[in-house]
């Protein structure tokens, strides 16, 4: 059964930084690309960074280039986003998946960036 769980959320004003984490089981970790994905309220879910097996290739959202780092841990069979430099348009949930499209993800973990 396939297990993601989130952290690493909170509050923080603008210019700020959080790291999340989201641990994985119960599938081959070390061989799947891994994504972080957010929702706004009241917006649809929105792809944010993919790292690949191997941590050999990660991508971003032009908007959070510069400033959000995706990692893993093969090892912990946990996969990080370090954000920087936070802005309120930032503001989300903020979830973990194995798939493209999202589908199979964790509960989340909600960062939310104001003054």
């Known amino acids: 059964q396939v ?39 009241g917006k649809g879910p929105e792809w944010v960074s993919t790292i690949t097996s191997g941590s050999s290739f990660a991508t971003y959202l032009n908007s959070v280039k510069g400033r959000f780092t995706i990692s893993r841990d093969d090892a912990k069979n946990t996969i990080y986003l370090q954000m920087t430099n936070l802005k309120p348009g930032d503001t989300g949930l903020y979830y973990c998946s194995k798939d493209s499209a999202g589908v199979t993800r964790g509960q989340g973990t909600q960062v939310t960036v104001s003054s």
């Open 3 to 41: 297990q993601l769980v989130e952290s690493g959320g909170g509050v923080v004003q603008p210019g700020g930084s959080l790291r999340l984490s989201c641990e994985a089981s119960g599938f081959s970790f070390e061989n799947a690309n891994m994504r972080w994905f957010r929702q706004a309220p």
